[in-house]
């Protein structure tokens, strides 16, 4: 059964590394619109042609990838986007499906497990890197530690709004998202979050948030949500290499 052909547009000021991509994707039935050095200048040259498949952004040597994307899904909704990074990096994921991308890979991925994400992320699919499961694990492994220890009341430890502010930890909110939740400054929020690591005499936010797990610290259907409408996180898969 021969795959379906998917229009891709490839970004990247590196041409040499475009030029790489491009023969891959074109050996694996992929049809390539454009390769062009920014979504902008494509953009310019193509505003009222038919939108692409896939826009692959190499972040290497793509800048400004906030405002690329913001372009490219303003112009081209329907297009799935995917970002293509040289290394892992947990805050550049996070950035990355933030600023509204459908698929974040790292290159030394094989170019097999490559054309799979790609397909899956054109079929609708949320793709992160496979490092992500390894990062996860080693979070598990970290719970074990001795700071970590149970401790069945939370509330003889922090305050009402200190346990809030942990529940946002726990599923990932950024102290900006929390500021907005709470209604409260982005400083206070930090005031929180330093009182938080104190008293649970822990070193970081995510010792913090595995305290939490530890220590059956409720997350109800509306922090999911919201973490959901603020990073787009719907179904995410991750992909194996």
Not at 11 to 30: C, D, T, W
Not at 159 to 182: C, D, F, P, Q, W
Request: with cysteine.
């Amino acid at each position: 059964m021969i795959d379906t052909v998917l229009s891709a547009v490839v970004v990247g000021k590196n041409s040499l590394a475009r030029e790489g991509l491009r023969r891959i994707l074109a050996e694996e039935n992929f049809s390539v619109q454009a390769s062009v050095e920014s979504g902008t200048s494509f953009l310019l040259a193509n505003a009222e042609d038919e939108s692409p498949n896939l826009f692959i952004l190499d972040n290497s040597t793509t800048d400004h990838l906030e405002s690329e994307l913001e372009a490219l899904n303003t112009s081209f909704p329907k297009s799935r986007k995917v970002v293509l990074s040289d290394q892992f990096d947990l805050e550049e994921v996070v950035d990355a499906f933030k600023f509204g991308v459908d698929g974040y890979i790292v290159k030394e991925i094989s170019c097999e497990a490559l054309m799979k994400s790609l397909r899956l992320v054109a079929m609708g699919e949320k793709v992160m890197p496979s490092q992500l499961a390894k990062h996860l694990s080693g979070m598990e492994e970290r719970s074990q530690a001795p700071q970590l220890a149970r401790n069945p009341d939370v509330s003889r430890i922090l305050s009402e709004r200190e346990i809030t502010t942990l529940r946002y930890l726990l599923v990932g909110h950024a102290n900006k998202v929390i500021a907005r939740r709470l209604e409260i400054s982005e400083a206070t929020v930090k005031v929180y979050v330093k009182a938080i690591l104190r008293k649970l005499r822990v070193s970081n936010r995510t010792q913090a948030a595995i305290w939490a797990f530890n220590n059956g610290v409720q997350v109800v259907a509306d922090d999911v949500k919201e973490l959901d409408d603020d990073m787009n996180f719907d179904d995410v898969q991750v992909a194996a290499e």
